[in-house]
């Protein structure tokens, strides 16, 4: 954790005195999209317990039960794919940037 914090330190420091040349916006927009990825993944939790409660509350329901668990099984695989991906989208990258530095002399 200290390293990817020396590598962030590193290329704030480079941003300040080379104005926005190619390799300055390719850190930028690296960044931003580790940065985005990890916003994405909360919301991405935070939908998936929404959905679970409601799910939860309609099974409860005399009514919805029967829709809530004929849903149930699609809504969870729906869930766990599109958090599977954000698991992986997010760590990737977070290497990239890791990658990045380390090509450029900063780590």
């Known amino acids: 954790?200290?390293?990817l914090f020396n590598i962030l330190n590193y290329f704030?420091?480079?941003g300040a005195s080379r104005g926005d040349d190619p390799l300055t916006e390719e850190w930028k927009a690296k960044r931003l999209r580790a940065?985005?990825?990890l916003v994405f993944l909360a919301?991405?939790?935070g939908l998936s317990l929404l959905l679970a409660n409601t799910m939860d509350r309609l099974s409860g329901?005399?009514?919805?039960?029967?829709i809530a668990e004929q849903w149930r099984p699609t809504a969870a695989y729906i869930v766990g794919g599109g958090l599977s991906i954000l698991l992986?989208?997010?760590?990737?990258?977070w290497w990239?940037?890791?990658r990045f530095a380390q090509k450029h002399g900063a780590g």
Do not use: E, Q, R, T
């Open 1 to 3: 954790m200290d390293h």
């Open 12 to 14: 704030s420091s480079v």
């Open 35 to 37: 940065w985005a990825s």
């Open 43 to 45: 919301i991405g939790f």
């Open 61 to 66: 329901n005399g009514i919805f039960s029967a």
């Open 88 to 93: 992986l989208f997010s760590p990737y990258c």
């Open 96 to 98: 990239s940037v890791v």
